[in-house]
């Protein structure tokens, strides 16, 4: 009789073991699952000034940010949501890409630090010159 005991004991101690652990490991995959974070919008973008200088501009859309390199240095700049075309700055320092003339400036005595005017392609340049020619 302590024979039948022992196995009805250990059967469903094994059972109760069993069943408890499957649940916990499909709910733990669907946490990770979900927990999948979404893939940011990111552009990138090399100016070079007059001097030959280069600044690099991470632009996160999604997170609102701006990432700057500029003489070995790195800055990290918020969305500003008052101006039109983009515009970002921090406590110390802001940057603008106004109509194609990017500036990076030190806010506090506004000193430039950066400046680059865009210019036109040369395939625009040519498509209006070969539009006057016909």
């Known amino acids: 009789m302590k024979n039948y005991i022992r ?44 001097l030959g200088e280069h600044m690099e501009v991470i632009i996160n859309h999604t997170a609102k940010t701006v990432t700057i390199h500029l003489g070995g240095k790195t800055y990290e700049l918020k969305k500003k949501k008052d101006m039109p075309e983009y515009s970002a700055a921090s406590t110390e320092y802001q940057y603008t890409d106004i109509k194609g003339e990017v500036i990076f400036l030190k806010r506090d005595i506004q000193m430039v630090l950066f400046h680059h005017k865009k210019q036109a392609s040369s395939e625009n340049k040519q498509k209006s010159t070969s539009m006057a020619s016909y």
């Open 7 to 50: 196995l009805i004991l250990l059967l469903t101690i094994g059972i109760f073991t069993t069943a408890c652990q499957h649940p916990g490991k499909e709910s733990v995959t669907n946490i990770q699952t979900e927990a999948a974070p979404d893939h940011d919008e990111i552009t990138k973008d090399i100016f070079t000034d007059d």
